[in-house]
T-cell receptor, first 114, second 115 residues
Framework: GENVEQHPSTLSVQEGDSAVIKCTYSDSASNYFPWYKQELGKRPQLIIDIRSNVGEKKDQRIAVTLNKTAKHFSLHITETQPEDSAVYFCAASNGNTNAGKSTFGDGTTLTVKP | NAGVTQTPKFRVLKTGQSMTLLCAQDMNHEYMYWYRQDPGMGLRLIHYSVGEGTTAKGEVPDGYNVSRLKKQNFLLGLESAAPSQTSVYFC??????????????FGPGTRLTVL
């Protein structure tokens, strides 16, 4: 089955700096890669996603890049703010054959220091 | 539109007791999932369902059972609770079907403690 590894497990940055979280996946058939943000005590919520036919996607201060050849994808947050502090999860799935099941990384705890 | 809801929000059980967690969604989603979240281990899939009346095992199904009698509801049962089942349980749903986007919408979670 699919295996997703996420790094780093913790990340601390100064407000205004950029943050990068990286994930690798094992199943070359995976074609959908969402990122979820989970604030303390809350539910995970989708912040951005990318499909395998796209190399990069951007939404204001966040962007995701995908390298299908190397089987890795990354989340980039620019101009970080204290409200960006949360746990971020990457995931990979194959919507065509896998009942929409996502395999999640173990999460990255991002702390933005004011 | 309430999205995905879960009942109860908190529960404390003694070892050996049983309970059922209820998940409900009002988005007409085909697919529903149950996860457990433990510190440092991300989200692990327990069971899932691709439609009313169907269920399948996920990554960590032992000790749990599920039922999907109605499209909008997905129940998770613990027949004989063990301390190792202390966790936060999240339900999720997605559109599924031939126009699947795979985006999962999560419920608020149930914090379960087994003593």
């Amino acid at each position: 089955g699919e295996n997703v590894e996420q790094h780093p497990s913790t990340l601390s940055v100064q407000e205004g700096d950029s943050a990068v979280i990286k994930c690798t996946y094992s199943d070359s058939a995976s074609n959908y890669f969402p990122w979820y943000k989970q604030e303390l005590g809350k539910r995970p919520q989708l912040i951005i996603d990318i499909r395998s036919n796209v190399g990069e996607k951007k939404d204001q201060r966040i962007a995701v890049t995908l390298n299908k050849t190397a089987k890795h994808f990354s989340l980039h947050i620019t101009e970080t703010q204290p409200e960006d502090s949360a746990v971020y999860f990457c995931a990979a799935s194959n919507g065509n054959t896998n009942a929409g099941k996502s395999t999640f990384g173990d999460g990255t705890t991002l702390t933005v220091k004011p | 539109n309430a999205g995905v809801t879960q009942t109860p929000k908190f529960r404390v059980l003694k070892t050996g007791q049983s309970m059922t967690l209820l998940c409900a969604q009002d988005m007409n989603h085909e697919y529903m999932y149950w996860y457990r979240q433990d510190p440092g281990m991300g989200l692990r899939l327990i069971h899932y369902s691709v439609g009313e009346g169907t269920t399948a095992k996920g990554e960590v199904p032992d000790g749990y059972n599920v039922s999907r009698l109605k499209k909008q509801n997905f129940l998770l049962g613990l027949e004989s609770a063990a301390p190792s089942q202390t966790s936060v349980y999240f339900c999720a749903s997605s559109f599924g079907g031939p126009i699947s986007t795979d985006t999962q919408y999560f419920g608020p979670g149930t914090r379960l403690t087994v003593l």
